[in-house]
């Protein structure tokens, strides 16, 4: 029973993981081609990744890094805290919500199941 409830939780991980890349490359590819340089707000943000392990951290990042408009440029294990660029971070709130939301709980899930 535990082992289906991870097959199911890792389809659905993927599931989402996929949607997001395609929704990822659609909103950049528009902002690439429609947005003024001076409305783009890029910057850093740090990410909480307390009580994850380092299994959990480090798929996350690869995930984020996966992901186009986002790239993890530092995963500091002592402080469980990752670094992202965002590639539209006027709301880094948002972006910090966006990640937990749609990638790091159906990871969770995958590995805790």
Known sequence: MMRIKQIVAGIVLLAVFIKE???ANLQL??????????????GFLNYNLRGCSNLEMLILSH???????????????????????????????????????TLHYPLKRVLLS
Do not use: W
Not at 29 to 42: D, K, M
Not at 83 to 94: C, G, L, Q, R, V
């Open 29 to 42: 590819a528009y902002a690439v081609l429609f947005v003024r340089n001076s409305h783009l707000t890029p």
């Open 63 to 101: 995930m984020i890094t996966l992901t186009p408009g986002t790239t993890s440029v530092y995963l500091c294990t002592e402080k469980q805290e990752l670094t992202i660029h965002a590639f539209n971070a006027k709301d880094p709130e948002s972006v910090r919500s966006s990640i937990q939301k």
């Open 21 to 23: 890349v395609i929704l």
